[in-house]
């Protein structure tokens, strides 16, 4: 079989515009992956940022957040695959008669929960992982110590 010179050509143009197609393929298929993660940390911040009251009460033993802010974010807890420990946090926070430590245990063991599965801990990105380290992880530990330091030199 003989191709003119006109078939050769475009056969050639297409097979040079293959690699081209799947590469550009390749490419909207990482940047959705991109996207679905930055949106689970996004998640993740949104999380964060209602549970930042309890978690700077933890020092002080001051006022908790509003229960209404935890219903907000009880749509995330089962993309977060938290629904157990926000249970758990929600029983033991509207538990008067509570001991401090269970409530701090519950909320940090939310919070690792979260910053795990919203990708906040394996942030990517350089410059903002350290960031995002001293928030999921060092953050919580520090007011944890605060509030068994504090409980431990009161009479």
Do not use: C, H, W
């Not at 799947?22 to 940390?41: H, M, P, R, T």
């Not at 749509?75 to 409530?103: I, Q």
């Not at 701090?104 to 801990?121: C, F, P, Q, T």
Request: charged share 25%.
């Amino acid at each position: 079989m003989r191709l003119s010179i006109r078939e050769r050509l475009i056969a050639v143009v297409f097979l040079s515009l293959l690699p081209i197609v799947l590469l550009g393929y390749l490419f909207v298929q990482q940047s959705n992956k991109d996207i679905a993660f930055a949106s689970k940390e996004l998640d993740g911040t949104a999380y964060y940022a209602v549970l930042a009251q309890d978690l700077a009460a933890l020092a002080s033993e001051g006022k908790q957040g509003s229960s209404d802010k935890l219903r907000a974010i009880r749509s995330l807890d089962e993309e977060m695959d938290a629904v157990a420990l926000a249970d758990s946090y929600s029983k033991v926070r509207g538990d008067t008669s509570a001991n401090p430590a269970e409530v701090r245990a519950a909320l940090l063991a939310l919070l690792a929960k979260v910053g795990d599965a919203s990708n906040l801990i394996l942030d990517p990105d350089l410059d903002s992982y350290y960031v995002m380290d001293m928030l999921v992880t060092k953050l919580p530990a520090a007011f944890d110590g605060s509030a068994a330091l504090s409980a431990s030199v009161r009479p």
